[in-house]
């Protein structure tokens, strides 16, 4: 089987983010990916069930993504709904599509509280970021799935050609 590589939609121009919006990443790499048919898009929140647009959602202050799934930090939306649960499935949904279909790395986008995998917000859905990563990121790692930014689609070709 060819290896695939699980890419978040909105990394494609899907209008999927929590604002309605897509991230298209323009690259000549991602280009050459997508004609070679080893692309798997996804967006866990909206597998998951969430709407587009959405209410922005942060992991709590002090948590990260590995905590969310073991039960011990939540997800919040900007007017305090308590959005965890759908988040966990989301990673859920993600980790069992990339499994089935053979993806041994995951090009995700930054900042989000599913994706992030360098970077998350704060949890104050104030602008501002601290180190971290999110529940699908996390997840994936834990099953074994390799994770990239999107700035590190570079990392990743060179990984895919080792």
Request: hydrophobic share 35%.
């Amino acid at each position: 089987m060819t290896t695939k590589i699980l890419i978040s939609a909105c990394l494609l121009g899907e209008p999927v983010r929590y604002n309605g919006s897509g991230l298209p990443l323009e690259s000549s790499i991602l280009t050459g990916w997508k004609e070679a048919g080893i692309l798997v898009p996804l967006c866990p929140e909206v597998a998951a069930g969430f709407p587009t647009p959405r209410p922005p959602a942060e992991i709590e202050e002090n948590r990260l993504g590995t905590d969310v799934l073991e039960g011990h930090g939540g997800i919040f939306e900007d007017n305090g709904r308590d959005v965890t649960s759908q988040f966990r499935l989301g990673a859920s949904i993600t980790v069992q599509t990339a499994l089935e279909t053979g993806c041994r790395f995951a090009l995700l986008t930054d900042g989000s509280p599913s994706c992030g995998s360098t970077f998350i917000y704060s949890g104050h859905h104030d602008g501002q970021t601290r180190s971290g990563m999110g529940v699908v990121a996390a997840d994936l790692r834990r099953n074994g799935v390799e994770v990239f930014a999107q700035h590190q689609i570079r990392e990743l070709a060179a990984r895919l050609r080792s």
